[in-house]
Nanobody, 116 residues
């Protein structure tokens, strides 16, 4: 199981940008599709973006055109560049693999707060 540590969150004004990072353990990182999720207070966790081992990406409609997921297989890191942030983007952001989601493994997440 890939272990992950998310960081880079913080307080940002609406319209601003933030880049999240997710450092993953394991020599097999490059073969895993990676995903970013978020959970806002009182809401269910939702899938925000995903990237395959080959670099293909997918996004939730709510972030399409504003967020960009990328990965660096040398550094075992996946990123989430967030632009044009909105107050509704406020949430704890998590990265994970599909396998991690299946077995209920989650990192500690990183809090992003967007002020209006």
């Amino acid at each position: 199981q890939v272990q992950v540590v998310e960081f880079g969150g913080g307080l940002v004004q609406a319209g601003g940008s933030q880049r999240l990072s997710c450092a993953a353990s394991g020599s097999m990182f490059s073969i895993y599709a990676m995903q970013w999720y978020r959970q806002a207070p009182g809401k269910q966790r939702e899938l925000v973006a995903s990237i395959t081992s080959g670099g293909s990406t997918n996004y939730a409609d709510s972030v399409k055109g504003r967020f960009t997921i990328s990965r660096d297989n040398v550094k075992n890191t996946v990123y989430l560049q967030m632009n044009s942030l909105k107050p509704e983007d406020t949430a704890v952001y998590y990265c994970n693999t599909a396998q991690g989601v299946k077995i209920g493994y989650w990192g500690q997440g990183t809090q992003v707060t967007v002020s209006s």
